[in-house]
């Protein structure tokens, strides 16, 4: 796995958007924030432009990204939101550059397409939050980012949940949005899970598609050789009038019971404002007590 130097202050950070249009007026309080972390913001060429729901074009949004991974000043890629979009460029970039050039690329919801694929070719990268989110962002999320983003070890420490499975574990971690990762079975990104750490998180869906989901990874043998399982935020969920009768928790612990690896629910990570970077790709150890459960990763 290609893990990124870390960043130094001074360092030049791009943002474009793979997905979802943006303005700058919504930017505004992210480069800020940036700026404040020493580092200088490079906004893509076609960053504000608008196509319908997107940020531009196909070939205006894969430009935009392709230029940043090309950019030898620029030492990390932060996607500006998530949305949807970000599937329809990734069989068109190049990301070979990346390995003589490596680099952070970050986001979480959509940008999980670029995670998986990254994992998939030997990339480690940043799930975490974005500038759209970095306004309601908690302190200690911001922070995740950026002590991730300079190299320092990053812990996350959470509350003990009664669907916890306790144990202790270290291997890498992959993972993202499980809508995403459900949409890629089958294709050129999808992940491998065998021996590691899997982290899902979810947000505005129905119930009955959190079930169909985790059938379709049981199925996929996606979580039969987990060496641990890690959920994050399962954020507004939805139901029918006719109710599904369980939670999104519920629904995902009666798919793991048949396995043993340790699993920690209620993780800060996802569609919350407590969202933590978690360095996807990096040998991490898990350690869930009756206390609560730890993520430590150190680059």
């Not at 690896?261 to 009756?290: V, W």
């Amino acid at each position: 796995m290609i893990i990124p130097e870390k960043l130094k202050i001074g360092d030049k950070i791009g943002i474009v958007s793979t997905a979802r249009k943006i303005s700058l007026v919504e930017l505004k309080e992210a480069i800020l924030i940036l700026e404040s972390w020493g580092l200088k913001v490079v906004l893509g060429k076609n960053l504000f432009k608008e196509n319908k729901q997107f940020s531009g074009t196909i070939e205006q949004r894969t430009a935009d990204l392709q230029n940043m991974i090309n950019d030898v000043e620029v030492k990390a890629i932060l996607c500006a939101r998530g949305g949807y979009g970000t599937v329809q460029i990734i069989d068109e970039i190049d990301f070979s550059n990346l390995k003589n050039n490596s680099k952070w690329i970050i986001g979480y919801s959509d940008v999980t397409v670029l995670h998986s694929h990254l994992h998939k070719l030997g990339f480690a990268s940043l799930h975490a939050t974005m500038p759209i989110n970095f306004k309601e962002n908690s302190r200690a999320s911001l922070k995740s980012l950026e002590d991730s983003l300079f190299g320092r070890k990053n812990i996350i420490e959470c509350k003990n949940h009664i669907l916890n499975r306790l144990g202790e574990v270290e291997a890498q971690i992959v993972g993202g949005n499980l809508s995403i990762l459900y949409s890629l079975l089958g294709s050129e990104s999808d992940i491998k899970t065998q021996g590691k750490i899997l982290f899902i998180e979810d947000v505005d869906e129905y119930l009955y598609h959190i079930d169909r989901m985790m059938i379709s990874f049981h199925r996929n043998q996606k979580l039969a050789k987990l060496k641990g399982l890690i959920i994050g935020g399962m954020s507004k969920m939805n139901d029918n009038e006719t109710s599904f009768g369980e939670s999104a928790e519920i629904i995902i612990s009666k798919y793991i019971k048949r396995y043993d690896y340790p699993i920690c629910f209620g993780f800060p990570a996802g569609h919350i404002n407590d969202n933590r970077c978690i360095q996807l790709g990096l040998r991490s150890s898990l350690r869930i007590t009756e206390k609560g459960a730890i993520l430590v990763q150190d680059q």
